[in-house]
């Protein structure tokens, strides 16, 4: 992050009580905006202020309570001051707004293990240990074979994806839908099960991109050794 914009996002967070994450989307958003050149002279500006002195800096924040105030107190800011465009501002505001049930549905799921399996290729073998799996960890199957579809919604363990038969369907739509997971964010860990090494390639490739560990994404031949 450019020295800029860092300055912006402690900025942010010191006018607000801003997570350094959200701080981080408003500058990100900002930062495609119109209007980007002037709110950072207007970040210089206020960060001199903030540095003018240890009585100015007490009095100011004894006015303005920071620590008590809201995002919508930026917005108002910015507005007043005409540095900010009516598209941001929306943006702003969504932000500023108390969480959703689907936001905190997702801060739920942060911590959990995501465990995809290639339900064509040894299920059997892949689901072995699966009686000793956490209440918290999520399974999806993904198959093709319709007999096999029936039997693990019976079992009813995780979510079952049928997919139509066709050359590699099955790791086609994982790799596709394990982007889209990835992009989410919203799980710790993520691991393909299957005996399939094709996955390995793509799968180191998702880690580079994501910037991941292999512990929290990789391809493992079984859900655990029973061993």
Same mark, same amino acid.
Request: proline letters at 4%; glycine letters at 4%; hydrophobic letters at 30%.
């Given at each position: 992050m450019h020295k800029s914009e860092s300055q912006a996002v402690r900025y942010i967070m010191a006018w607000t009580d801003c997570t350094r994450s959200e701080a981080e989307s408003v500058v990100f958003t900002l930062k495609s905006? @119109?209007?980007?050149? /002037? %709110? *950072? !002279?207007?970040? =210089? !500006?206020?960060m001199a202020t903030l540095h003018r002195g240890e009585v100015e800096r007490q009095r100011m924040q004894e006015q303005l309570r920071l620590k008590e105030l !809201?995002?919508? /107190? *930026?917005i108002s800011h910015f507005y007043e001051s005409k540095k900010i465009d009516n598209s941001v501002i929306s943006y702003l505001t969504?932000?500023? $707004?108390?969480? @959703?049930? $689907?936001? #905190? #549905?997702? $801060?739920?799921? #942060?911590k959990k293990k995501l465990y995809i399996f290639d339900a064509d290729n040894h299920i059997k073998e892949g689901m072995s240990g699966i009686d000793y799996r956490d209440e918290d960890d999520v399974f999806i %199957?993904? =198959?093709?074979?319709?007999? *096999?579809?029936?039997k693990l919604k019976r079992k009813n363990i995780g979510e079952v994806i049928p997919v139509k038969s066709g050359k590699q369907a099955v790791d086609m739509r994982i790799l596709d839908d394990l982007n889209k997971i990835l992009v989410d964010k919203d799980y710790e860990s993520i691991f393909v099960i299957s005996q399939d090494k094709g996955f390995d390639e793509p799968i180191q490739k998702m880690r580079c991109r994501y910037k991941l560990k292999k512990s929290n994404l990789d391809r493992? /031949? #079984? %859900?655990? /050794? $029973?061993?």
């Open positions: 905006s @119109s209007v980007y050149a /002037d %709110f *950072l !002279r207007s970040v =210089a !500006r206020g !809201r995002k919508h /107190d *930026l969504v932000i500023s $707004e108390p969480q @959703s049930t $689907e936001s #905190k #549905k997702k $801060e739920d799921t #942060k %199957f993904y =198959a093709t074979q319709p007999g *096999l579809i029936v493992i /031949d #079984k %859900f655990c /050794d $029973e061993e």
